[in-house]
């Protein structure tokens, strides 16, 4: 008799790399790892990367239909674990799965990496607000990213059963010493390269630093939505100090970790959740610049972890960078401070703990 807990991970993997993709892939492992567990995935990344998410298009539909020909998989396990979208469509590829785990008197946890979803459900009306509450209320357990998080969850889930779980950075970026460099700006970007993400803003005010002659470097990592490539392929063209390092996994994300002391994420997407790779510069000892938004406010503290810039502000990023040049003494201090905070609070070992036990 196969006494172990049977699970199987519903949602988005690598690739292509995202919060959500790099989160399922480390449950996988942590889960795979375990001999209490048992464990198997039905992968729902779609390959082509833009910001349209949420849009309906008909070869994501065609995409998402035929991943329900795996929906034979439900049978074999105890608890379905999903990762869905935070818009109507987002929830609704997953319906099948939802109903007939529910059905089947599945245990069904919900795990949201943002702050949309309960936003989506507030601007719906008539038969699509109707079927988004059903599905997302068939779901025993919810899972969140930080307290202020919960909110998302509560119009469908008992409030003692959502949990918080807050994210994490790979052990491999961060177990070996940096040698940190503070008498310099070395500023580094690491994240899809999308508008919302605030990288417009970001290449923009590094234009502005030029102008007034503050002395940097800067390295730009990310996915590149194609809407926008024009724009940003532009701006990188128009900047002397600032180099477009593409798509990074493995050591290439942990040698620009190491190589950067200032991590600079302006988002205001509205899907943002609780960006992994601000705890991966903090893992990696970097000052942080980002914005008072989504999750963020959770695990960042204005002038303790960095800096908050305004949302969809170039002048905002270009003050706070040109504050830190005549500063330079602040990227030593809370650099050195956020690797301890990160080492206390998000490890892959505290990830783990914190999910068997919400899954237990």
């Known amino acids: ?14 690739e292509p790399l995202s919060g959500v993709s ?3 892939q480390v449950v996988n492992e942590v889960l795979s790892e375990d001999s209490e567990f048992e464990v198997d995935l039905i992968n729902t990344s779609y390959s082509r990367f833009d910001e349209e998410i949420g849009k309906f298009s ?11 020909l795996n929906i034979f998989k439900i049978f074999k396990h105890k608890i379905i674990y999903i990762t869905p979208g935070q818009t109507f469509y987002g929830i609704l590829k997953y319906g099948f799965f939802i109903i007939l785990g ?19 459900y507030k601007s719906l009306n008539g038969i699509r607000r109707n079927i988004f509450y059903y599905l997302v209320s068939r779901f025993n357990k919810g899972i969140v990213l930080s307290n202020s998080l919960k909110q998302n969850l509560t119009p469908f889930i008992d409030q003692g059963s959502i949990f918080c779980l807050p994210n994490f950075a790979q052990d491999y970026l961060y177990t070996e010493d940096k040698k940190l460099v503070n008498d310099e700006l070395r500023i580094f970007y690491l994240s899809n390269l999308m508008k919302e993400k605030g990288i417009i803003c970001l290449l923009k005010a590094l234009k502005n630093l030029e102008k007034y002659n503050i002395i940097y470097k800067a390295k730009i ?3 590149i939505d194609e809407k926008f490539s024009k724009e940003i392929l532009q701006l ?9 390092v593409g798509i990074v996994d493995g050591d290439d994300k942990k040698d620009l970790l190491k190589w950067g002391n200032i991590f600079v994420l302006p988002t205001f997407y509205k899907m943002e959740g609780q960006p992994i790779s601000i705890l991966e510069a903090m893992a990696t000892e970097n000052l942080v610049v980002t914005t008072n938004h989504a ?22 990023i270009q003050d706070i960078l040109t504050y830190i040049a005549t500063n330079k003494s602040e990227i030593e201090k809370i650099a050195t401070y956020n690797k301890e905070y990160f080492l206390d609070n998000f490890t892959v070992n505290a990830f783990k703990k914190n999910l068997i036990k919400i899954i237990k």
């Not at 008909?58 to 329900?68: C, E, I, R, S």
């Not at 529910?102 to 989506?120: A, C």
């Not at 900047?239 to 477009?244: D, I, S, W």
């Open 221 to 223: 990592a990310g996915n």
């Open 1 to 14: 008799m196969n006494s172990k807990i049977s699970i199987l991970l519903i949602g988005p993997f690598p």
């Open 295 to 316: 999750g963020i406010p959770d695990i960042f503290k204005n002038k303790v972890n960095g800096y908050l810039v305004k949302k969809n502000s170039i002048k905002s």
């Open 236 to 244: 990188f063209n128009e900047l002397e100090n600032t180099e477009y």
């Open 58 to 68: 008909l070869k994501k539909a065609f995409f998402y239909l035929t991943l329900n």
């Open 102 to 120: 529910s059905i089947f008197r599945k245990e069904l946890i919900i795990h949201v990496h943002g702050n949309h979803l309960g936003q989506e």
């Open 22 to 24: 790099i989160a399922n």
